[in-house]
């Protein structure tokens, strides 16, 4: 967008006036940030509402990508960068004697993520913006997050990341596309007069999902896509008896924090609850608005509508849409088969099959009666395909139901068109050896697609400096087309140009140098190697061998004082779940 200095800064006063009362000169840095979001939240609304008239219009298919988590970060300069106006407004803020790298600071991370889950998600969610896609996110708005760390005596201590204490100025509370989510009760079949079978529901818990959307805004287009983010909340018609405090106390936590500890049946039940909540409202809103827009007949749905399943936390989306085309609109369980799975794509992430979501039948019978029975026959309808075929062991192996679990990525996979890995040698691994058996069943589902980054937040705002000299080498159109990068091959041999890199880098770990010793007390040397490891913290990921890796350089030095070694500093990142004590240990 086009915007002068003194434009914004016009606005920017306005808003401090019309907010607070105040000018810049008397506004605090919190309500600096609160005006500034709220200028910049302005700029964007009006292209946000046009894509949607468009979107609408045109009538084009829309992806749906549903993940139990997102790791958007602070989204004050992504939203200016992507707009355009990032120099304008550093420009014009200094102008005023204000500092935008201290203003953007005090804006909260979104604390609705934990690690290479949510970042993925996010990434995909700036890259579809920014590509000109109509993609749109599904999660939980979780009022506290994971938990925010401290270290004690070498031990982590959880405390609560309440992200939300000040209002959230990038959201939009949508209270009239509230969705009524049902759990447990009694469910049963009833035939009517022209041979269907009809589910009938008593006694069950009613729960009010409401959407908060978030602009996602592309980079220097007018793509502007939308995240949605559900909260929990009581249905105000509900009868003031059943308004107990415990079941209020349940409804709000099902959106109160990522990852409730699962070392128990209650935290386990209150994850699937988590899982079925902003799957069944998400889908729910999806055919209320394909239906409200009179697009098409709703068996034509997969012509305008994808969803895609990212790791096995969504893969109740296929039981639930099947139940939403079965109970809400009719459609025979071979139209509504047919449709899902054209619907449907899941993206596995892992190889451990230890960490592939399995629920006890038991509790999804109790907890999601409808979709027990569904799943149930989706498993049933299959076995009976497949036993002419295929032999009995391969069926067992790939069911859905057995040995008393539902097996989520089974799940996931039999009921969608394509499955993918992140890296070609996870997505080979796949093939070959975790899920081979079905490989065999279904070898033309299963595709790669690589994990990568979005440059406009990892490269265009955390690296500012190398953006700039990259601007200067090979021009500025690797900004919207990554593959000009490869014109830096021509500077390899270009020693003016390796000096100019290496002096960015010291900067850079100069910056981080002064934060550690901000932060953390601790004085280290800018001109060593930084060796970092951030992840979270899990047997796999390995940071006790990392461990081990250091404490043999120490011995290494302390048995060769003479040794010759480039300094090194390590550093780590990560958090270990509540209830994992053998990460904790190795932080300990």
């Given at each position: 967008m086009k915007l002068s200095k003194t434009q914004f800064r016009k606005d920017f006063e306005q808003s401090l006036t019309?907010?607070?009362?105040?000018?810049?000169?008397?506004?605090?840095?919190?309500?600096?940030?609160?005006?500034?979001?709220?200028?910049?939240?302005?700029y964007y609304t009006q292209i946000w509402q046009g894509d949607n008239q468009y979107k609408d219009r045109s009538q084009k298919k829309q992806t749906y990508y549903f993940s139990i988590e997102f790791l958007p970060g602070k989204m004050l300069k992504s939203n200016l960068l992507n707009l355009g106006i990032l120099s304008t407004v550093r420009e014009g803020l200094q102008e005023l004697g204000i500092d935008l790298e201290k203003v953007a600071q005090v804006e909260p991370d979104m604390a609705i993520g934990n690690g290479g889950l949510g970042r993925l998600a996010s990434c995909f969610m700036d890259s579809a913006a920014s590509t000109g896609?109509?993609?749109?996110?599904?999660?939980?708005?979780?009022?506290?997050?994971?938990?925010?760390?401290?270290?004690?005596?070498?031990?982590?201590?959880?405390l609560p990341d309440s992200w939300l204490n000040n209002v959230n100025p990038w959201e939009v509370r949508r209270a009239d596309k509230a969705i009524?989510?049902?759990?447990?009760?009694?469910?049963?079949?009833?035939?009517?007069?022209d041979g269907r079978l009809i589910p009938r529901y008593r006694n069950q818990e009613r729960v009010l999902a409401v959407p908060y959307d978030t602009a996602m805004v592309g980079f220097e287009n007018t793509r502007v896509n939308n995240m949605c983010l559900w909260r929990s909340e009581v249905p105000q018609d509900l009868d003031v008896k059943f308004q107990n405090m415990e079941y209020m106390r349940q409804?709000?936590?099902?959106?109160?924090?990522?990852?409730?500890?699962?070392?128990?049946?209650?935290?386990?039940l209150l994850r699937l609850k988590q899982e079925y909540f902003f799957v069944s409202a998400g889908l729910q809103r999806i055919i209320r608005h394909y239906k409200s827009n009179k697009i098409a007949p709703i068996a034509q749905i997969a012509d305008y509508i994808a969803v895609h399943i990212n790791d096995t936390h969504p893969a109740l989306?296929?039981?639930?849409?099947?139940?939403?085309?079965?109970?809400?609109?009719?459609?025979?369980?071979e139209q509504a088969w047919d449709i899902t799975v054209k619907v449907m794509s899941y993206t596995n992430h892992t190889i451990l099959s230890e960490a592939l979501e399995k629920w006890p039948e038991e509790m999804v019978h109790t907890l999601l009666p409808r979709i027990y029975q569904i799943i149930n026959e989706i498993d049933k309808r299959r076995t009976d395909e497949l036993l002419p075929h295929v032999g009995?062991?391969?069926?067992?192996?790939?069911?859905?139901?057995?040995?008393?679990?539902?097996h989520m990525a089974n799940l996931a996979i039999i009921g969608s068109h394509s499955t993918n890995g992140v890296a070609k040698l996870h997505s080979d691994i796949l093939k070959d050896v975790e899920l081979h058996d079905f490989y065999q069943l279904y070898p033309e589902r299963f595709n790669n697609k690589t994990n990568g980054i979005a440059d406009r937040r990892w490269l265009q705002i955390s690296n500012a400096r190398l953006s700039k000299l990259l601007d200067e080498k090979i021009g500025k159109s690797w900004r919207h087309d990554?593959?000009?990068?490869?014109?830096?091959?021509?500077?390899?041999?270009?020693?003016?140009?390796?000096?100019?890199?290496?002096?960015?880098?010291?900067?850079n770990k100069k910056d981080l140098a002064a934060l550690i010793k901000e932060k953390n007390g601790i004085e280290v040397n800018p001109e060593a190697i930084f060796d970092v490891q951030i992840k979270r913290l899990h047997a796999y990921k390995r940071q006790l061998l990392n461990v081990l890796h250091i404490l043999k350089l120490y011995f290494d030095i302390k048995d060769q004082p003479d040794l010759e070694m480039v300094p090194r500093v390590f550093i780590f990142g990560a958090k270990a779940a509540p209830g994992y004590h053998y990460a904790k240990a190795i932080i300990k």
């Open positions: 019309s907010e607070f009362a105040t000018d810049v000169a008397k506004a605090g840095i919190t309500e600096t940030f609160a005006a500034l979001s709220s200028v910049v939240k302005q896609l109509p993609v749109n996110g599904n999660g939980i708005r979780y009022r506290y997050g994971l938990f925010k760390q401290k270290i004690i005596d070498g031990y982590q201590v959880e009524e989510v049902t759990f447990g009760g009694e469910t049963w079949l009833e035939e009517t007069e409804t709000s936590m099902l959106s109160a924090e990522l990852y409730p500890d699962d070392s128990n049946y209650d935290g386990r989306c296929v039981p639930e849409f099947m139940r939403l085309l079965l109970d809400e609109n009719g459609l025979s369980w009995a062991e391969l069926i067992h192996k790939t069911r859905i139901v057995k040995d008393g679990q539902i990554l593959v000009k990068l490869e014109a830096l091959k021509d500077f390899r041999e270009d020693t003016e140009t390796l000096k100019q890199l290496a002096a960015v880098k010291l900067e």
